[in-house]
């Protein structure tokens, strides 16, 4: 089992940048699939970001394709999200996850464990 913690979340303008990190304990995140999620206010929690296990290629929504990274630590077992020109459309609740699962998982009923969220509003 697997415990996450997000931090890094914060107040930033339109065109800035800031950068989720998520510390896993527990067990090692190459263990897991890994992803990052958002909900928004009255809408439903949105596939942000995934790294596989295998560490292959990451995979992107179309929305912030360009625009973040998500990367992984191995020293830190840490997994991070580099969010840059932020719009304001990007403020939500910011979740990472982790699934035991060799696949690439866009869907956020596939992963087992979740952090507790860290908040990210982009003022216009």
């Known amino acids: 089992q697997v415990q996450l913690v997000e931090s890094g979340g914060g107040l930033v303008e339109a065109g800035g940048s800031l950068r989720l990190s998520c510390a896993a304990s527990g067990r090692t995140f190459k263990s897991y699939a890994m992803g990052w999620f958002r909900q928004a206010p009255g809408k439903e929690r949105d596939f942000v970001a995934t790294i596989p296990r295998s560490g292959g290629s990451t995979v992107y929504a179309n929305s912030v394709k360009g625009r973040f990274t998500i990367s992984g630590d191995n020293a830190k077992n840490t997994v991070y999200l580099q969010m840059n020109s932020l719009k304001p459309e990007d403020t939500a609740v910011y979740y990472c996850?982790?699934?035991?699962?060799?696949?690439?998982?866009?869907?956020?009923?596939?992963?087992?464990?979740w952090g507790q969220g860290t908040q990210v509003t982009v003022s216009s």
């Open positions: 996850a982790a699934a035991p699962s060799w696949g690439i998982l866009t869907t956020w009923t596939l992963y087992d464990y």
